[in-house]
T-cell receptor, first 113, second 112 residues
Framework: NAGVMQNPRHLVRRRGQEARLRCSPM?????VYWYRQLPEEGLKFMVY????????ESGMPKERFSAEFPKEGPSILRIQQVVRGDSAAYFC???????????FGPGTRLLVL | GENVEQHPSTLSVQEGDSAVIKCTYS??????FPWYKQELGKRPQLIID?????GEKKDQRIAVTLNKTAKHFSLHITETQPEDSAVYFC???????????FGTGTKLQVIP
């Protein structure tokens, strides 16, 4: 059973471009969470999704950021018009039905030039 | 919302000694407390967790204690080894599929 997968692992964007980060949860997991980690800091919750539904987006910036988890395919975190402050590691986690344990992916390290 | 504080931010111990990391949380409704280990450039990995109906849990050299009344929980690592060197995060959640709130991390260095 492959673990949580994220791609790309590293992403470089110029200010104003769009960043799309993908997360494939573990097989059988239907709950997906996105977290952001700034250098030397802890993980900050952004959004929690189930298939085709956003359950909790209380940690997501109101502008430029969006997330989806379609019926088919990976979950996508989309950042429009990136700014330098968006540079961070973005981690996805997933959990199965009936369990609260979250398993993390390897992260996508976004660098905005 | 929930606020998790973690101390110390850095910790150096001699190999073989014990390490203790302490956390406090603010939301009395939190009932699930996982601990994650993150090596440099790697993903956070769950090392142990505890639920509020339990006061202590052990797994080999790792133990976690929880004081619900004081809203404190701690991680204890005994007989530390160099491979224990990493950043450790405590976290709190209301359980179920609720979001997890992380502490700010403790960078543990085990000196051979």
């Amino acid at each position: 059973n492959a673990g949580v997968m994220q791609n790309p692992r590293h992403l470089v964007r110029r200010r104003g471009q769009e960043a799309r980060l993908r997360c494939s949860p573990m097989k059988g997991h239907s709950h997906v969470y996105w977290y952001r980690q700034l250098p030397e800091e802890g993980l900050k919750f952004m959004v929690y999704l189930q298939k085709e539904n956003i359950i909790d987006e209380s940690g997501m910036p109101k502008e430029r950021f969006s997330a989806e988890f379609p019926k088919e395919g990976p979950s996508i975190l989309r950042i429009q018009q990136v700014v330098r402050g968006d540079s961070a590691a973005y981690f996805c986690a997933s959990s199965p039905e009936g369990q609260e344990t979250q398993y993390f992916g390897p992260g996508t390290r976004l660098l905005v030039l | 919302g929930e606020n998790v504080e973690q101390h110390p931010s850095t910790l150096s111990v001699q190999e073989g000694d014990s390490a203790v990391i302490k956390c406090t949380y603010s939301d009395s409704a939190s009932n699930y407390f996982p601990w994650y280990k993150q090596e440099l450039g790697k993903r956070p990995q769950l090392i142990i967790d505890i639920r509020s109906n339990v006061g202590e849990k052990k797994d080999q050299r790792i133990a976690v204690t929880l004081n619900k009344t004081a809203k404190h929980f701690s991680l204890h690592i005994t007989e530390t080894q160099p491979e224990d060197s990493a950043v450790y995060f405590c976290a709190a959640s209301k359980g179920g599929y609720q979001k997890v709130t992380f502490g700010t991390g403790t960078k543990l260095q085990v000196i051979p």
